[in-house]
């Protein structure tokens, strides 16, 4: 049976003035004013159909962060907004926690709505931690006895016990984080919204608090909402998704399609390639890197340096694949094989391949590491980014897709 | 399970524009304890790490006083109609200085908060609400010094000459604090584009103390000015100021037209400042 909406859009706008605001326009502002108040007539500075492209400049100061919305969410359904930055998520966030109102539409709400754009909002850094929780509690909707009755259990959840008394000034940014999140984990709310608040923390908190939204939506039936840029978090704790692009909805469903559909979308945003634009070049440096092969997992990889150096040396290189934080994930380095190379001064141009690439599908940051004998010649932390499409370890094998592990490896397998 | 529901209910409605006399003051009801609990962080914030704690409370009405009794006493001279001129004085900047606390801590709620406003949704209104009421603690110590000085000046021989206008007193509060945060609410809500106001506000605070009658009492005007009285009369925080030192000190002009006066300056204040900032709230995280 198709469940009951509780949060229903019908045709949402938020328009926003770029540019500065306030100088220069009081005339401007009466006219306009005088027009759509008075004269109910449409905003003369709102041109129909511009989008909210960021690198084309429009012709109006005004932008459309959000056109025409409309959807609807289902009790109990998780759903994950995704998009780029600036398509407008954190906007409709906004508009439905009421911190904004918008330019034209509406948005109905069945039950209470709890908002997490930020955690520890309102507080205060001379409270002790049992205070804030009630202070920041109260912020969030709850009423005093609501939040007494949860304390121990928030108290527990953050882990923060034995500074509940001292003031929230004195806690370390995680303990911060943690107090905060924990109160607002144990909101009474019907509908809960979480901006990407995960970011903060540390891996066994993040996990935490996934863990938590995950029972929210799935054991206790409440309905969450949850933007993040993370599409393995998106993909784990929501059934349904959707796809913001330019203040337009582009897509929406079930959340695996979706998040398909905006990798796919996000293909063009990936290089196979980098070159190196600096103006201040070292004695030896990369001068380009180039993936010369499809990038997909379980496929062949193969790859081609262009290094330029002052003068002749014995160099080693090495290319690391990392998560879009830049942490570490593997590295294809040719001191593991033992190789060196001689180049000349001048151009030198080396390739390299290996023959499986080991990581799920999805986006990865590569960098880009010149040295010898451990001494580093050239680095680029964060050359460019990837995307690895969807592929089998082995040939002819099920095709793998992400579920958490960014590394995949061929198994061997008997039952004796 | 009803097959079809024909009407739908929706608990809340997300628009741009709401009518103007939705005031939401069950929104804020629902809220209260989030009032008290921004009341008590001022409250806590106030004397934490300071070693006199609340008894800073004190400090500022009793130097303030004592600086009055001698500039405006002692060297210019001004009447204080017979009362002891420290109580004068004190009973003045006490009443003043909730007012004036009001207005000016109103008025920048939505510049203060911006921070907060911007994050998380609670009736706007809660804030300035909490603000009348952490100075209305404030101004409760100020009262008990100021009852411990008229113990004093009793014992001295001044006779107070109570009267059923004390009665009024509580009265007297709410007025000021209404008016205070009416206009407060009116200007926030200005400023949160035209940021011109916020610099009037914080000199015209001060200036306006010198047009209401708080370091010289409203008979001395009389006597000086007789064709000017109707001015310092326009000025509802003169009735306000004259009835609770008459309701205090037995001394001032008391009328009851002039508190009627205020009262309706301040229900037209007040309600246009909450229309008004309820308007704003809905979109001034956009421009602030």
Redesign the interface.
């Known amino acids: ?1 198709k469940q009951q909406a509780v949060i ?1 859009a019908e045709m949402v706008s938020k328009a ?2 770029i540019g500065q ?2 100088t220069g326009t ?1 005339t401007r ?1 009466i006219d306009r004013f005088v027009r759509t108040r008075l004269l109910k007539q449409e905003d003369p500075f709102l041109k129909i159909g511009e989008t909210n492209d960021r690198s084309v400049k429009g012709a109006s100061n005004m932008v459309w962060s959000l056109r025409d919305i409309n959807f609807e969410i289902a009790q109990g359904d998780a759903v994950g907004i995704i998009g780029k930055n600036g398509a407008g998520k954190s906007t409709l966030l ?20 709890a ?1 997490l ?2 955690v520890g ?2 507080f ?1 850094p ?2 002790t931690g049992r ?1 804030n929780i ?2 920041n509690g ?7 006895r609501e939040i007494a009755a949860k304390l121990d259990e928030i108290i527990d959840f953050s882990g923060v016990e034995r500074y509940i008394d001292t ?1 929230v000034k004195r806690y370390s940014s995680g303990m911060y984080v943690r107090l905060a999140f924990a109160v607002a984990a144990h909101l009474e709310s019907e509908i809960l919204i979480v901006d990407e608040v995960l970011a903060v923390g540390d891996a066994e908190f993040q996990k935490k608090c996934l863990g938590k939204m995950g029972d929210i939506s799935k054991g206790e039936g409440r309905t969450v909402l949850f933007v993040s840029h993370n599409m393995a978090a998106v993909q784990n704790l929501c059934h349904t998704g959707i796809f913001l692009q330019h203040g337009l909805i582009t897509k929406s469903g079930p959340v695996a399609s979706v998040v398909d559909f905006y990798l796919d979308q996000e293909l063009s945003a990936f290089d196979t390639s980098f070159v190196n634009v600096a103006t201040t070049k070292l004695p030896t440096y990369i001068k380009s890197f180039e993936f010369t092969s499809d990038i997909r997992t379980g496929s062949p990889l193969s790859f081609e340096v262009e290094i330029i150096s002052d003068k002749v040396r014995d160099t080693e290189f090495a290319v690391g694949i990392r998560m879009n934080d830049t942490s570490p994930i593997f590295q294809i380095y040719s001191g593991h094989v033992g190789k060196e190379f001689r180049i000349n001064s001048g151009t030198t141009r080396i390739t390299g391949s290996i023959p499986k690439l080991p990581v799920m599908s999805g986006n990865y940051s590569v960098s880009l590491w010149l040295g010898h004998s451990g001494i580093q010649l050239d680095f680029h932390k964060s050359a460019f980014s990837i995307l690895v499409k969807e592929g089998a370890i082995v040939t002819g094998g099920p095709i793998s897709t992400r579920n958490g592990f960014p590394v995949i490896t061929e198994s061997n397998w008997s039952v004796q | 399970m009803d097959p079809k529901p024909k009407e739908e209910h929706w608990d809340l409605v997300i628009k741009g524009h709401s009518s103007l006399f939705d005031l939401k003051f069950a929104d804020v009801w629902r809220y209260r304890d989030l009032m008290v609990m921004f009341v008590k962080r001022d409250f806590i914030s106030f004397y934490k790490q300071t070693i006199l704690g609340p008894l800073w409370f004190f400090i500022q009405p009793i130097f303030t006083t004592l600086v009055f009794t001698f500039v405006f006493g002692s060297v210019a001279g001004i009447s204080s109609d017979g009362v002891p001129k420290p109580l004068f004085y004190l009973c003045g900047i006490t009443a003043w200085q909730y007012f004036a606390d009001c207005l000016n801590k109103t008025s920048t709620v939505f510049r203060d908060n911006a921070r907060i406003f911007g994050k998380v949704y609670f009736p706007r209104l809660i804030m300035p609400l909490s603000i009348v009421m952490s100075n209305l603690i404030k101004f409760a110590v100020q009262i008990t010094l100021l009852l411990i000085f008229m113990v004093y000046f009793y014992f001295q021989g001044y006779d107070f000459g109570f009267t059923y206008a004390l009665l009024i007193f509580p009265f007297l509060i709410v007025i000021m604090a209404l008016l205070g945060l009416g206009i407060g609410l009116i200007i926030t809500a200005m400023t949160t584009k035209y940021r011109d106001l916020a610099f009037l506000v914080g000199f015209g605070v001060q200036l306006l103390m010198y047009g209401t009658t708080v370091i010289y009492p409203l008979s001395a005007v009389r006597e000086k000015y007789p064709e000017y009285v109707w001015i310092f009369e326009l000025n509802p925080m003169t009735p306000i100021i004259e009835t609770y030192r008459y309701a205090f000190l037995g001394s001032g002009s008391y009328s009851v037209s002039g508190l009627l006066y205020a009262c309706t300056f301040t229900a037209v204040v007040l309600l246009a400042g909450i229309i008004i900032f309820n308007r704003t709230e809905k979109n001034f995280v956009d421009t602030i």
Not at chain 1, 95 to 110: A, M, N, Q, W, Y
Not at chain 1, 138 to 144: E, Q
């Open positions: 049976m229903k926003y003035q605001i306030g009081v502002d906004k508009l439905l926690s009421r911190v904004t109102g918008p330019t034209t539409g509406e948005i109905k709400v069945k039950g209470r709505i908002s754009l930020e909002t309102g205060h001379e409270l205070e009630f202070l109260a912020i969030l909707g709850m009423r005093k003031p």
